[in-house]
C-alpha cells in the first residue's frame, strides 16, 4: 500500500513568486494534516482537512497560504507570495477517522526554499 | 500556552539503553506519541500512551505519567540504525492536530 506522498521534494523560488505543494494521502484516511517545519524549530501544525473541509485551519500564519482538498482525496497548499520566512519542511499526515486518536501517518515533506 | 520539552542531543554507543526525556504543558491533553525520523525521511510512528504507564514493544518501550505532564523513551540494545531524531509530540484534543517538541537527535556510535 502507498504511502503519503508529496511533490515536489524540494523547491526553490524567489520572493514574490507562488509555490504549490501536493500532498496525496493514504487511500480511505479522510484525516488530513499539514504540519511545517523551520529550520531549528519544531515542527508546527497548519491546517486540518476531514474529508474536503477544513476543520481547523488555527496555524494558518496568514492570507498567503491557502489549502484546498477538493473531493477529499489530495490536497495542494499554495503560497501566494511567498516571502522569505516561508522556508521551511511542509509535511503532510493523514489518518483514519475514528473516535479517539490514530497513528498519523506522515510524507517525507516538500523542502521550501525562497531565496 | 503550549510547550513540550526534550533534550536537543544524546550519545550512545551501541548494545547501550537510552532514555529520552519529555515534558509537557498543554491546555489540552488526549494522548502522547513518539515518532522516529531519519534525516530526510518521513516521521514514523513509534508509540503511543494515553494511560499512565509502560507501553513495551519489542526494544522500545514508552511511559507516561500524565499527573506530573512526563513520559519517556526507552531504546534498548542500540543498533546503529537507532541514530535518528526522536519526536515527542501531544494529542490536546482526540483525533486533532498534533503539538511537537523539537525533537531529540540521537546518535549511536560503534
Known amino acids: 500500500e502507498a504511502g503519503v506522498t508529496q511533490f515536489p521534494s524540494h523547491s526553490v523560488i524567489e520572493k514574490g513568486q507562488t509555490v504549490t505543494l501536493r500532498c496525496d494521502p493514504i487511500s480511505g484516511h479522510d484525516n488530513l494534516y499539514w504540519y511545517r517545519r523551520v529550520m531549528g524549530k519544531e515542527i508546527k501544525f497548519l491546517l486540518h482537512f476531514v474529508k474536503e473541509s477544513k476543520q481547523d485551519e488555527s496555524g494558518m500564519p496568514n492570507n498567503r497560504f491557502l489549502a484546498e482538498r477538493t473531493g477529499g482525496t489530495y490536497s495542494t497548499l499554495k503560497v501566494q507570495p511567498a516571502e522569505l520566512e516561508d522556508s521551511g519542511v511542509y509535511f503532510c499526515a493523514s489518518s483514519q477517522l475514528v473516535q479517539g486518536d490514530t497513528e498519523a501517518f506522515f510524507g517525507q515533506g516538500t523542502r521550501l526554499t525562497v531565496v | 500556552g503550549q510547550n513540550i520539552d526534550q533534550p536537543t542531543e544524546m550519545t550512545a554507543t551501541e548494545g547501550a539503553i537510552v532514555q529520552i526525556n519529555c515534558t509537557y504543558q498543554?491546555?489540552?491533553?488526549?494522548?502522547l506519541f513518539w515518532y522516529q525520523q531519519h534525516a530526510g525521511e518521513a516521521p514514523t510512528f513509534l508509540s503511543y500512551n494515553v494511560l499512565d504507564g509502560l507501553e513495551e514493544k519489542g526494544r522500545f518501550s514508552s511511559f507516561l505519567s500524565r499527573s506530573k505532564g512526563y513520559s519517556y523513551l526507552l531504546l534498548k540494545e542500540l543498533q546503529m540504525k537507532d541514530s535518528a531524531s526522536y519526536l515527542c509530540?501531544?494529542?490536546?484534543?482526540?483525533?486533532?492536530?498534533?503539538?511537537f517538541g523539537k525533537g531529540t537527535t540521537l546518535s549511536v556510535s560503534s
Open positions: 498543554t491546555s489540552g491533553f488526549n494522548g
Open positions: 509530540a501531544v494529542s490536546g484534543q482526540a483525533g486533532t492536530a498534533l503539538i
